[in-house]
């Protein structure tokens, strides 16, 4: 096992007479530190290690990431700041040196239907660029291959003030790349109607089977009483217009008992419901109900695509947007290499590049159109980091807090050539890892410990990855060693 493979050729840079290049921290205190002075390299890859509870995420997050956040905060306006929560400042005597800093969790992203591994990173919308201006037929600005941007039309009088004002009609459209039949989900449900009602029962013998729905209910009293259905007929006798009336009836008022009220059609109600929370919001027996009642079914008219039929009308050398988002990023990223157009050189230079780095941090599997929601914490991390390559921020500071959870060995290498990119483009990395394969890639490592809690606190080691093998002073040193020498 080859070690420290970077030091060899990146040294440690601890020029201590040149503070730019480091962050300098002294006196720190939050929770259990024990007035704890420790330098951080900048552009390097710097390790946090020690056992659970000695004090690794009260000196990289409560302190070094808090007092970052805090700083930030006092540079906007004293209006804007009234907006935001006040942060104490960390209990530490001197941080210095101190960049930005941009925590890159393995927090899951959002369940938002509406976003994919395409609109979370810019390939997305480089890509709607792109075919606006390439697409043949042209068919708009970017925001008509958007699926998340409806056409809108709008007409009406508008005042010219000119001299005497006048008034003129003007027609205002927007052509927006959603489809319009899913609004941009590319799926649409369905429901199994056989979960919603007996067609064996009538109305007032219980025949709607919806949770909350019964007869004697709220309800059900509606249902009974509108009087565009007989409720002491089974269902399945009812005519067209009376199964519509059941089952899609847009809102109307009725007067049932003498009170106003307004009915609505089963389908639609369900909808508002239940359908428009998260499913893992609902009470169990609802959500149940939803799991059996409710199919969701890829859009018919846009094949799942969530794109406008003009969005995916319009084309580049035989392939829409829709055809480049479904494809494996390894295959679009050949594609748009394969692209020569002087004229947006640059930005096929950009999305080449982007896409490329998905492949070699080994996520050239996924798709552009992958529900961001569905990927795992792992690849969520690793898309974050993508997002991050293509930043021109270098003077920053990145935070990451064991990103190796739950990667297979192979997966392990290519976070590391990833963390390598962040530092060759400039940027000062901390991680805070147990796995030794990334303990043996740094470039700096700091030690906590020895124990947890009042027995914790103390730096009990810092230097490169070669210094703590040699030395085997500390627990994380033995381990270390171990692995090397395997
Ligand atoms: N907000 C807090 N208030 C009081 N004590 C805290 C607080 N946060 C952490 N501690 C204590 O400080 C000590 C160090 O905690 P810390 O979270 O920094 O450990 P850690 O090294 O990050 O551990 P782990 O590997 O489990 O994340 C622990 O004993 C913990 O119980
Ligand atoms: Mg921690
Ligand atoms: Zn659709």
Redesign the pocket.
Known sequence: MSMATRTDTRSPALHVADSHDLIRVQGAR????ADVSIEIPKRRLTV?T?????????????TIAAESQRLINETYSAFVQGFMPTLARPEVDVLEGLTTAIIVDQQRMGADARSTVGTVTDTGAMLRILFSRLGQPHIGPPGAYSFNVPSVRASGAITVERGAAKAARKTFTRTGGMCPRCEGRGAITDFDLTQLYDDSKTINAGALIVPGYSVDGWYGRIFAGCGFFDPDRPIRTFTRTELHDLLHKEPTKIKVDNVNLTYEGLIPKIQKSFLSKDVDALQPHIRAFVERAVIFTTCPDCGGSRLSEAARSSKISGISIADACAMQISDLAGWVHGLAEPSVAPLLAALHHTLEAFVEIGLGYLSLDRPSGTLSGGEAQRVKMIRHLGSSLTDVTYVF??PTIGLHLADVEQLLGLLDRLVDAGTSVIV?E?HQAVMAHADWIID?GPG???D??RIVFEGTPAELVAARSTLTGEHLAAYVDT
């Open positions: 939050e929770n259990n530190l946090f020690g056992v659970s509870g000695s004090g690794k995420s009260s000196l990289v997050f409560a807090d064991e805070i147990h906590l947890a809690g009042h914790g606190g």
